[in-house]
Nanobody
Framework: QVQLVESGGGLVQPGGSLRLSCVTSGIDLRSNFMSWYHQAQGKERERIARISSKGITGYADSVKGRFTISKDYSQNTVFLQMNSLVPDDTGVYYC????????????WGQGTLVNVTS
């Protein structure tokens, strides 16, 4: 059974940084794509960062150059380093396994809330 547990969110000022973690179980991070998604209040959830089985990364234009996705096989964890945060980054962040052209594959975890405000 796949489990996804996100953490690391919080209140941060514009320009600040946070590091989100997604502890996974039931997913082989060496063989699958993983993504981080962002859902702002009142908006649809959107994928913002993806890492392939081989470690190739891709980002939405809104976060390119500011966010970095990575993974640690030994910890079964996917990370999202978030720098230069802006108020539009506020929202709930989720991780999920996904497949190109298919999207997220599993039930969503509880997510972790990020609030960027002065």
């Amino acid at each position: 059974q796949v489990q996804l547990v996100e953490s690391g969110g919080g209140l941060v000022q514009p320009g600040g940084s946070l590091r989100l973690s997604c502890v996974t179980s039931g997913i082989d991070l060496r063989s699958n794509f993983m993504s981080w998604y962002h859902q702002a209040q009142g908006k649809e959830r959107e994928r913002i960062a993806r890492i392939s089985s081989k470690g190739i990364t891709g980002y939405a234009d809104s976060v390119k150059g500011r966010f970095t996705i990575s993974k640690d096989y030994s910890q079964n964890t996917v990370f999202l380093q978030m720098n230069s945060l802006v108020p539009d980054d506020t929202g709930v962040y989720y991780c999920n396994q996904d497949a190109p052209g298919v999207g997220a594959l599993h039930e969503w975890g509880q997510g972790t809330l990020v609030n960027v405000t002065s």
